[in-house]
């Protein structure tokens, strides 16, 4: 006889065999019970199938039609992928997107290296600069472009004319040349916090004891800084540079409340792009293939990146 | 060590530049409270005195209380049921990763984090619109499944880490799979629903692009939506639209000045994963 304490045991046994085991058995699956863990994991998986999978098949399907985002379509081979390659919409949007990007990317980087190594050293007001400079990452990307808009748009024009300075009584925003100048100085302010948390994080890893050897060597603070912080850092300078650049190649908020796009379409970003094309504009078939070809360009710089990147750390 | 020495020349270089970070607040929160032509005088200074005037009107203008509410119910519900489904979702990968499925399903979750919006962007609109979800429960319903990229990741990690031996005893002792994860496993994932809960507060209380496609009811717009439907109207009263901006960051500010120490903990957590 069995008791109720042994069957159990026997069962959960035998659910831990049935799971290690995989191969013909596991036809069986669907016509047993499914197992808890089926059961926590297939809504999820549906939901995620349905909302996220099935939007981005579609994406890429309408990309070889003449989708207008309602009404009738007719397949149209790889057409919106070469009017893609010839439309200097395009060209312009991806030019801003980089130039965008890649200027913001190693500001960013650059500034609030500089911050974590003041944040790292033994200041005083320790915990309330810090929570300073972390506080740009918790406002709306949205509202604080609308702030600086007034500040380039008048605060700044305002001051230039009291003082004489010409060359900026007129704002940049409004100049197609230096609009993403703007732009650049907006996302490095918001962009800079959590950049700089992330290598205070990494900062913190390093053993003090290394920078007391280091000084007895007769190192100075700048061959400290490149022979043993920036190496030990390395790993948080990888995701920062890869975060920073993908978050960066997706702009939208920072254009739509700062210049919305213009002037002209000076600085008009990809996603702003597909989004008045493709929603306004009518082209939801050409900005498909715009999107697909975007997401070609992320996936590859990502992981281009933490390849380069990771190569240069275990060469450090 | 005897008395700390402080880094004076450090410290008085990070106080002027956090001018540099406090700066877009201050001409906020100066603004706001001031006239037109006080505006007009000195962007900088001072109000004359503090009058809530602009508040009003700008309550009244954007139906404000409205915007706060609609923001207020998509963070919390997201947050309640990302926090409850995404862990349990993360927990059944977690402890199945030797099995090819769940691997495969691991992999399939977190690689959506390398898919930019824009591509889903117009096939959503069309589909939610088709279902009757562009409102607040749909937006809330995508947070939650877009979510799933990031904190499957996160919470797997942490998974890993909490021994399987606790977990056996209690199913040896008659406790289902279920009852394993809600008694024992949810209770010990604290820290990283507490840094979930952060990240995807932040996330749906601020986010712009998905509310702006998917909310098709000015009675369903939050408080970012909101600001940027009215910009225009807001024209050349500066006044008006800085006392609109700061009722909308308010109710983040006032957190984060009771909760930073976990916000900034929650959010490098997150983070260096």
Redesign the interface.
């Known amino acids: 006889m069995t008791n ?2 042994d069957s ?2 026997n069962n ?1 046994q035998r659910q831990e065999r049935d ?2 085991r ?1 191969g013909p058995r596991r036809a069986g699956w669907l016509k047993k019970k499914p ?4 059961l ?2 297939l809504p ?2 549906i ?2 199938f349905s ?2 999978t ?3 098949l ?3 399907f ?1 990309s070889f039609t003449n989708y207008r ?1 309602f009404g009738e379509w007719d397949f149209v081979g790889f057409q919106n992928y070469i009017n893609i390659f010839q439309d200097g919409r395009v060209y312009n949007a991806y030019g801003f997107t980089f130039q965008f990007a890649i200027v913001s990317t190693v500001l960013v980087n650059i500034i609030s290296l500089i ?1 974590a190594l ?2 790292n ?5 320790h ?1 309330t ?16 472009g ?3 808009n ?2 380039f748009a ?2 700044i024009p ?1 001051i230039a004319e009291t003082i004489g300075l010409t060359s900026l009584t007129t704002s940049i925003l409004g100049s197609r040349d230096l609009a993403w100048v703007a732009v650049v100085i907006m996302a490095v ?1 918001q962009a800079a916090a ?1 950049n700089t ?2 290598y ?2 990494g900062l913190a890893t390093i053993d003090r004891d290394l920078y007391e050897a280091s000084s007895l060597d007769g190192a100075n603070k700048w061959q400290e800084f490149w022979k043993i912080t920036f190496p030990l850092i390395a790993p ?1 300078f990888t ?1 920062n540079m890869v ?1 920073a650049m ?1 978050n960066f ?2 702009v ?2 920072h254009v ?2 700062m210049t919305g796009g213009g002037p002209g379409r000076a600085t008009q970003s ?2 702003l792009l ?2 008045e094309d ?2 306004a504009g009518g082209q ?1 078939a050409l ?2 293939a715009n ?2 070809i ?2 070609i360009i ?2 590859v710089i ?1 992981v281009f990146q933490i390849r380069i990147l990771q190569k240069r750390e275990v060469q450090m | 060590m005897g008395r700390t020495r402080y880094n004076w020349p450090v410290t008085i270089l990070l106080i002027l530049g956090s001018v540099f970070i406090l700066f877009p607040l201050y001409i906020t929160v100066v603004n706001a409270f001031k006239t037109p032509a006080e505006t007009a005088d000195s962007i900088l200074a001072l109000p004359a005195s503090f009058t809530f005037e602009n508040f009003i009107r700008a309550i009244e203008m954007t139906n404000f209380f409205n915007a706060l509410g609609n923001s207020f119910y998509v963070t919390i519900f997201t947050v309640i049921f990302t926090v409850l489904s995404n862990s349990l979702v993360a927990y059944a990968i977690a402890r199945n990763m030797h099995r090819k499925r769940y691997k495969f399903l691991f992999y399939y979750f977190v690689s959506a984090m390398f898919v930019p919006f824009p591509i889903i962007m117009l096939p959503i609109v069309n589909q939610m619109s088709t279902i009757g979800l562009m409102n607040l429960n749909g937006l809330v319903l995508l947070y939650i499944v877009y979510g799933l990229a990031f904190n499957v990741f996160l919470y797997t990690g942490y998974i890993k880490t909490i021994p399987k031996e606790l977990e056996e005893a209690a199913i040896v002792d008659g406790c289902s799979r279920w009852g394993v994860f809600w008694r024992i496993i949810f209770p010990i994932l604290s820290p990283i629903n507490a840094t979930v809960a952060i990240l995807t507060a932040l996330w749906a209380w601020n986010d712009f692009l998905l509310p702006l496609v998917i909310l098709g009811d000015r009675q369903d717009h939050t408080l970012p939506l909101v600001q940027y439907v009215f910009q225009s109207q807001f024209g050349t009263n500066y006044n008006l639209a800085f006392a609109s901006y700061l009722m909308a960051l308010l109710p983040m500010i006032l957190l984060y000045l009771f909760l930073q120490r976990w916000i900034i903990s929650g959010v490098t957590q997150g983070a260096i994963k």
């Open positions: 109720m304490s159990l045991t959960a799971n290690a995989s197992s808890p863990y089926a926590m994991v999820a998986l939901l995620f909302f996220h099935l939007p981005v579609q994406g890429v309408f985002g911050i003041g944040l050293a033994k200041i005083k007001f915990k600069l810090r929570a300073v400079y972390f506080m740009p990452n918790i406002l709306s990307i949205l509202i604080v609308f702030i600086f007034f500040i008048v605060f305002g302010w959590f948390i992330l205070l994080a948080f995701i975060l993908k190649l997706m939208f908020d739509v409340a990809i996603s597909i989004y493709g929603f939801f900005q498909s999107a697909v975007y997401f992320i996936v990502s």
